[in-house]
């Protein structure tokens, strides 16, 4: 998103979300200059990213990287949301590769599961003003949750396995 006066002549600059490293747990490695997060303990933990939203619609899509063992959880966090917890293991919200939804740390299954090593995308549509996101697998709609009008949401995500593999997204 970039103001409208600002014209980069098919550069493609703009203002682009990223993990960040100081709103990470320890058990979060980023890679990539931070575009790629995988993890180094068998835990729960998460990483948030740099960009706040608390208006309008956004989207955005991850997909598996490298794994021998699938097992994330990948939504949205508060600033509030311990990064010692995956993302719906307090007030956020997430959509794990098991196929079910996350918040206040319960879960409900809700659609079909991921495995990273064929290449699923993982979509999240937040529409902050109407209070949802809508999680995706391939284009396909797997939930929808609704979410607080009034918070300042980050993309956020939890990957548990510290296998060889450290599994990436």
Known sequence: DSPTTYDDEGNG????????????????ILFNGALDVGASVDSWKQAKGTIGINSGKYYWEITCISSTRNNAIIGISDDTESLAT????????????????????????AGNAWDGDDGDVIGFAVDCDGGTIKYYINNSLQATSNISTTTTWRPAIGVYYSDSSIPKY
Not at 21 to 26: E, F, Q
Not at 93 to 103: A, F, I, K, P
């Open 13 to 28: 600059v703009g203002n682009y979300c990223t993990w960040n490293p100081l709103d990470k747990s320890n058990g979060q």
């Open 86 to 109: 995956y993302p719906g293991g307090g007030s956020g919200y997430g959509y794990g590769s098991g196929g079910s939804t996350y918040h206040d740390g319960s879960y409900t299954s």
